[in-house]
C-alpha cells in the first residue's frame, strides 16, 4: 500500500530454469493487474531464472531500483506468502531528523506523504521521480523543497555533495544547467527558478546548519550565474537569455485554455532579484564586504526597475496570478504603500476559486508565508484544509502515500503523470517553521524563533527537530480565542524569541511568567508579547 523506491527480494525454489517475472508499478487497472502506462519507455522489470537449488534462492537487484506500489509476480512456482515477496526500501542514508503530529489526520497524511516522496527521491543525487524513464536531478524540484527536505532529515552532506556537481556542470558562461548531472542526450539551457539552485541550495545549507564554509564552496561558481544573468539584462529587467523559460510549472493559472499564465518575464525577473538579495546575505557572512554592497545595490535596481515595469498603482503584479502576487510579495517587489493592497489581490484571487490556489512549482512554496505574513489566517487555513482539486489534500483523500507530480495526476494523460515527486511537498516547511513555531532566527539556530501561528480549524500541532545544536520540540494547542498552550524544548546554548498573545496572563509551568528561570527579557510589541528564553523545557499556559 505504500509507495516506495527500492525493490523486491524474492524468495522462491523450484525447478531450475524456471523463469519468475516481476513487474512494477504504482498503478494498478480495474482487472487488478499493474498499470505501466505512465512510466513510459522504463520496463520496471526484474526476471530471475532459478538455478534448481534444493535450499530457497533469494533474488535481489544490485544494478537498478524501482519506484514502485504495487508488483506483479508471475510464473512463481506455487503461491507466494509476504514473506516470500519482501518490499525493500532505499535511498541515500541521510538520517531522519524532523517528525510532526497534528490533530487534523488530512495534515498527517500530507506531511507523511512528502517524507516518503523524499525518501524516494533522495538517491545518490535529489531526482524529480523513481519510477519513469526520467530519474534526474531537476534543480527546481530541489531547490523548492530544501526548506522541507532539511526538517525531515540531516541533508547537509547529501546537498553538498550534489553542489560539487553543479558546479562542475556549469557552462564557460557562468549559467547552470536546469538538470544535474546533465544528460548527454538533454539541451543545455536554463531555466528561472531551476538554474538558481546554484544559489539558493548554498544559502538553505548555511541557514539551516550555519556552516560558512558551503558559502566559500560556491562563491565563485554563484558570482559567475549573477554575472550570467546581468550581462545582457542591463535594465534591472530578465528579458533576455531565459533558456527553456518555463514559468510557474504546473501551475492551473489559467481559468480557460487561451488565458495567460504568470508572465515568464516576471517569474524570471523576481528570481533574479531574489538571488541578488541571498547573495547580499552571504557576502556580508562571510566578510565580502564589497560584494555585500554590490549585490544590495543590485537588489535594489531590480525592484525599482520590477516595480515600474510589472506592479500597477493598485497592487496588481504581472496578470494578477496567485504566483504573480505571491512571487512580487514574498521577494519584496512590491512598493511598501502597496503591499496590502497586493496581499488583497491574491486573497481575492483565491476566493474567486473557491478557496483554492492555483499555484505551480514556483509559486506554490510561498504561498502560505505570504498570506501568513499578510494576516490572511483564515485563507491560510482554508487552504491547509481544502480537500478538492488543486490542493495537497485532494491528493491525500485520493489515496495518495507521496506527493504527486501534478496536482491531479489521477486524470489526463498517465503517461506524463509521475505519482512520487516531492516538490508540491514544500508546504511541510511551513508546518514546521509556521504551524509548529521551529524556525531559525539566525543561521544554525543558535536563536530559534518560535512564533507559531494558531488555526482553529487545524488544531493542536507537535513537532521534534534535531537541529544542528540539539532537539528542538514544541507542542501548541488553543481554542476560538487564540493559543491555550506553548510547550518548548531549547536546545543547549540557544536562545528562544517567543511570540505570544499579549491580551492574556501567561504562566510558565503553573507560575508567574516573570519567575520563569530561564527568561532573559520581557515585553509588549503592540498585541504581542515578546519573550527571549534560554536553553530549558518550558510550558507556557493562559
Same mark, same amino acid.
Given at each position: 500500500?505504500?509507495?516506495?523506491?527500492?525493490?523486491v527480494?524474492?524468495s522462491v525454489?523450484?525447478?531450475?530454469?524456471?523463469? %519468475?517475472?516481476?513487474?512494477f508499478?504504482?498503478?494498478? !487497472?480495474?482487472?487488478?493487474?499493474?498499470?505501466?502506462?505512465?512510466?513510459?519507455?522504463? #520496463?520496471a522489470?526484474d526476471?530471475?531464472?532459478?538455478?534448481?537449488?534444493?535450499?530457497?534462492e533469494c533474488f535481489?537487484p544490485?544494478?537498478?531500483?524501482?519506484?514502485?506500489?504495487?508488483?506483479?509476480?508471475?510464473?512463481?512456482?506455487?503461491?507466494?506468502?509476504?514473506?516470500?515477496v519482501?518490499?525493500?526500501?532505499?535511498?541515500?542514508?541521510?538520517?531522519?531528523?524532523?517528525?510532526?503530529?497534528?490533530?487534523q489526520?488530512?495534515?498527517?497524511? %500530507? &506531511?507523511r506523504n512528502?517524507?516518503?516522496?523524499?525518501?524516494?527521491?533522495?538517491?545518490g543525487v535529489?531526482?524529480?521521480?523513481?519510477?519513469?524513464?526520467?530519474?534526474?536531478?531537476?534543480?527546481?524540484?530541489?531547490? %523548492?523543497?530544501?526548506?522541507a527536505? $532539511?526538517?525531515?532529515?540531516?541533508?547537509?552532506?547529501?546537498?553538498?555533495?550534489?553542489l560539487?556537481?553543479?558546479?562542475?556542470a556549469? =557552462?564557460?558562461?557562468?549559467?547552470?544547467?536546469?538538470?544535474?548531472? #546533465?544528460?548527454?542526450?538533454?539541451?543545455?539551457?536554463?531555466t528561472?527558478?531551476?538554474?538558481?539552485a546554484?544559489?539558493?541550495?548554498?544559502?538553505?545549507?548555511?541557514?539551516?546548519y550555519g556552516?560558512?564554509?558551503?558559502?566559500d564552496?560556491?562563491?565563485?561558481?554563484?558570482? =559567475?550565474?549573477?554575472?550570467f544573468?546581468?550581462?545582457?539584462?542591463?535594465?534591472? @529587467?530578465?528579458?533576455? +537569455?531565459?533558456?527553456?523559460?518555463?514559468?510557474? &510549472?504546473?501551475?492551473?493559472?489559467?481559468?480557460?485554455?487561451d488565458e495567460?499564465?504568470?508572465?515568464?518575464?516576471?517569474?524570471?525577473?523576481?528570481?533574479?532579484? &531574489?538571488?541578488?538579495?541571498l547573495?547580499?546575505?552571504?557576502?556580508?557572512?562571510t566578510g565580502?564586504?564589497?560584494?555585500?554592497? =554590490?549585490y544590495?545595490s543590485?537588489?535594489?535596481?531590480?525592484?525599482?526597475?520590477?516595480?515600474?515595469?510589472?506592479?500597477?498603482?493598485?497592487?496588481?503584479?504581472?496578470n494578477?496570478?496567485?504566483?504573480? #502576487?505571491?512571487?512580487?510579495?514574498?521577494?519584496?517587489?512590491?512598493?511598501?504603500?502597496?503591499?496590502?493592497?497586493?496581499?488583497?489581490?491574491?486573497?481575492?484571487? @483565491?476566493?474567486?476559486?473557491?478557496m +483554492?490556489?492555483?499555484?505551480?512549482?514556483?509559486?506554490?512554496?510561498?504561498?502560505?508565508?505570504?498570506l501568513?505574513?499578510?494576516?490572511e489566517?483564515y485563507?491560510?487555513?482554508?487552504?491547509?484544509l481544502?480537500?478538492? *482539486?488543486?490542493?495537497?489534500?485532494?491528493?491525500?483523500v485520493?489515496?495518495?502515500t507521496?506527493m504527486?507530480?501534478?496536482?491531479n495526476?489521477?486524470?489526463?494523460?498517465?503517461?506524463?503523470?509521475?505519482? !512520487?515527486?516531492?516538490?508540491?511537498g514544500?508546504?511541510v516547511?511551513?508546518? *514546521?517553521?509556521?504551524?509548529?513555531?521551529?524556525?531559525?532566527?539566525?543561521?544554525?539556530?543558535?536563536?530559534?524563533?518560535?512564533?507559531?501561528?494558531?488555526l482553529?480549524?487545524?488544531?493542536? %500541532?507537535s513537532?521534534?527537530?534535531?537541529?544542528?545544536?540539539?532537539?528542538?520540540?514544541?507542542?501548541?494547542?488553543?481554542?476560538s480565542?487564540? @493559543?491555550s498552550?506553548?510547550?518548548?524544548?531549547?536546545?543547549?546554548?540557544?536562545?528562544?524569541?517567543?511570540?505570544?498573545?499579549?491580551?492574556?496572563d501567561?504562566?510558565?509551568?503553573g507560575?508567574?511568567?516573570?519567575?520563569?528561570?530561564?527568561?532573559?527579557?520581557?515585553?509588549v510589541?503592540?498585541?504581542?508579547?515578546r $519573550?527571549?528564553?534560554?536553553s530549558?523545557?518550558?510550558?507556557?499556559?493562559?
Open positions: 500500500g505504500q509507495n516506495l523506491t527500492g525493490w527480494r524474492l525454489s523450484g525447478p531450475a530454469g524456471t523463469e %519468475v517475472d516481476l513487474n508499478a504504482e498503478l494498478l !487497472n480495474a482487472d487488478g493487474t499493474v498499470d505501466q502506462s505512465n512510466l513510459r519507455f522504463a #520496463q522489470r526476471r530471475f531464472i532459478l538455478r534448481g537449488d534444493e535450499a530457497v535481489e544490485r544494478f537498478t531500483y524501482h519506484g514502485f506500489r504495487y508488483v506483479e509476480v508471475s510464473g512463481y512456482p506455487g503461491t507466494p506468502t509476504a514473506h516470500e519482501e518490499a525493500v526500501v532505499v535511498y541515500s542514508g541521510c538520517r531522519e531528523t524532523g517528525v510532526m503530529e497534528f490533530d489526520p488530512l495534515l498527517n497524511q %500530507v &506531511w512528502a517524507l516518503w516522496s523524499q525518501r524516494s527521491n533522495f538517491f535529489p531526482t524529480d521521480c523513481p519510477q519513469r524513464d526520467e530519474r534526474m536531478g531537476w534543480m527546481g524540484d530541489i531547490q %523548492v523543497f530544501l526548506d527536505a $532539511a526538517f525531515n532529515m540531516d541533508v547537509g552532506p547529501f546537498i553538498r555533495r550534489f560539487r556537481e553543479v558546479r562542475a556549469q =557552462r564557460n558562461d557562468g549559467a547552470y544547467p536546469i538538470v544535474v548531472p #546533465q544528460p548527454r542526450s538533454f539541451p543545455e539551457v536554463v528561472a527558478g531551476w538554474s538558481e546554484g544559489i539558493i541550495l548554498p544559502h538553505g545549507l548555511w541557514t539551516r556552516d560558512t564554509a558551503v558559502i564552496e560556491n562563491w565563485n561558481s554563484m558570482e =559567475r550565474w549573477m554575472d544573468v546581468a550581462r545582457d539584462n542591463p535594465d534591472g @529587467i530578465w528579458r533576455n +537569455k531565459r533558456g527553456l523559460d518555463l514559468g510557474d &510549472w504546473l501551475s492551473v493559472d489559467a481559468r480557460v485554455p495567460e499564465t504568470t508572465p515568464r518575464i516576471l517569474c524570471a525577473t523576481a528570481y533574479w532579484a &531574489w538571488c541578488a538579495r547573495m547580499a546575505e552571504m557576502a556580508r557572512a565580502r564586504d564589497e560584494a555585500a554592497e =554590490r544590495r543590485l537588489y535594489a535596481r531590480i525592484r525599482q526597475a520590477f516595480a515600474s515595469e510589472l506592479v500597477s498603482s493598485n497592487g496588481v503584479a504581472g494578477g496570478s496567485q504566483t504573480s #502576487q505571491v512571487l512580487a510579495l514574498h521577494m519584496g517587489l512590491v512598493p511598501e504603500a502597496l503591499r496590502g493592497a497586493a496581499a488583497r489581490v491574491l486573497v481575492d484571487e @483565491i476566493e474567486g476559486r473557491g +483554492k490556489l492555483s499555484t505551480g512549482f514556483l509559486g506554490t512554496p510561498y504561498l502560505l508565508d505570504v501568513a505574513d499578510a494576516g489566517l485563507t491560510v487555513s482554508a487552504l491547509l481544502q480537500t478538492a *482539486y488543486p490542493s495537497s489534500g485532494s491528493m491525500a485520493s489515496g495518495a507521496t504527486w507530480e501534478r496536482w495526476s489521477d486524470v489526463g494523460d498517465l503517461s506524463m503523470n509521475s505519482y !512520487n515527486h516531492y516538490a508540491f514544500a508546504v516547511g511551513f508546518f *514546521y517553521r509556521r504551524l509548529a513555531g521551529i524556525a531559525p532566527a539566525t543561521p544554525g539556530f543558535s536563536r530559534i524563533s518560535v512564533r507559531p501561528l494558531w482553529p480549524a487545524v488544531g493542536a %500541532v513537532a521534534r527537530y534535531e537541529s544542528a545544536v540539539g532537539p528542538i520540540a514544541t507542542r501548541v494547542d488553543g481554542d480565542d487564540g @493559543i498552550c506553548l510547550e518548548l524544548l531549547v536546545p543547549p546554548n540557544c536562545v528562544a524569541e517567543v511570540e505570544l498573545p499579549a491580551r492574556f501567561w504562566e510558565e509551568s507560575d508567574a511568567l516573570g519567575n520563569c528561570a530561564g527568561l532573559l527579557t520581557l515585553g510589541d503592540g498585541s504581542l508579547l $519573550a527571549e528564553i534560554g530549558g523545557q518550558y510550558r507556557f499556559t493562559r
